[in-house]
């Protein structure tokens, strides 16, 4: 039996590259105090997030996908697998991207397909989900809004990943917010969310999301590990933590899978769908 030590970090994250970076070698050195492998870090975690979703808001600092910013994440990975999300500039544009990287550079990237309110004001989107090797297993990445989409996930998992990391700069209600951010539907949303992705297509579910405020936002946090039958392991609640878990992801896929198969059982040609109306126009 081989286990993985894995964690979901819900943290804070700004504008302050210094900071940001400051907090994330703290945590790395935790997690690799706590024997983690994979380490999952929030969407915008260099630079932070929008401060509004308005349209206007000023973006995170641009990073090229080979620049030193990304060089300095994979060098504090060392041994470990880390994923966090960034501002990635290529040609002019930016992303809302994420990378997967450790000591041996960069392992994995996504860019976020789609965007929420007004975010498309501030980014481009991706256009591709892909699932890739990495030494603690083929991974595929999703950003926030991504989850919300169910051919997201299962096009990494018919990609064959065994684990999916989503990271997420994931707020709160705007309108009619609780006042108790563990009761808020929005937070009630994002967890159920992690749990039906991770149960429809039987796999294992990282998610890590920021936490605080910033601008107008309040993050949910909820950092959490799921199992592929969507139950949750570990939990960080509606606060700054990291969520570890361990588990025999082969065996509990296996597991998961030995009597309903779900993508096995999949009847593609049952599935054809006529879009009238539905979906954004290019």
Not at 178 to 199: C, M, N, P, T, Y
Not at 203 to 218: C, E, H, K, M, Y
Not at 240 to 254: N, S
Request: charged share 25%; proline share 4%; hydrophobic share 45%.
């Amino acid at each position: 039996m081989t286990t993985l030590r894995m964690a979901a970090v819900a943290a804070p994250f700004d504008r302050d590259l210094e900071a940001d970076f400051a907090r994330i070698e703290k945590l790395i050195g935790e997690a690799k105090a706590e024997g983690v492998r994979l380490l999952a870090l929030p969407e915008a975690a260099l630079g932070g997030y929008l401060a509004n979703l308005d349209g206007g808001a000023e973006g995170p600092p641009a990073l090229a996908a080979d620049g030193p910013e990304l060089k300095r994440l994979a060098s504090l990975a060392g041994d470990l697998v880390v994923t966090a999300g960034y501002c990635e500039l290529d040609a002019g544009r930016r992303y809302n991207s994420a990378v997967c990287v450790s000591g041996d550079g960069l392992l994995g990237h996504h860019r976020k397909v789609h965007q929420p309110l007004s975010e498309n004001a501030s980014y481009g989107a991706g256009g591709e989900f892909a699932a890739f090797d990495t030494p603690v297993g083929r991974l595929g990445m999703l950003i926030c809004y991504d989850k919300a989409f169910p051919e997201s996930a299962r096009a990494l998992a018919l990609d064959g990943a065994e684990i999916v990391v989503c990271m997420s700069a994931w707020p709160g209600s705007r309108t009619n917010p609780a006042a108790d951010l563990a009761e808020d539907r929005w937070k009630r949303r994002f967890d159920l969310f992690d749990r039906a992705r991770a149960l429809e297509n039987q796999i294992v579910w990282l998610s890590a999301n920021q936490s605080g405020t910033f601008g107008d936002l309040r993050f949910v946090a909820s950092a959490k590990v799921v199992d592929p039958g969507g139950e949750i392991l570990a939990d960080t609640g509606v606060v700054e933590g990291m969520a570890v878990a361990e588990l025999d992801v082969g065996a509990a896929l296996a597991t998961a899978r030995r009597s309903m198969a779900h993508l096995a059982d999949r009847r593609p040609e049952a599935y054809a769908l006529v879009s009238r109306g539905w979906g954004r126009s290019a």
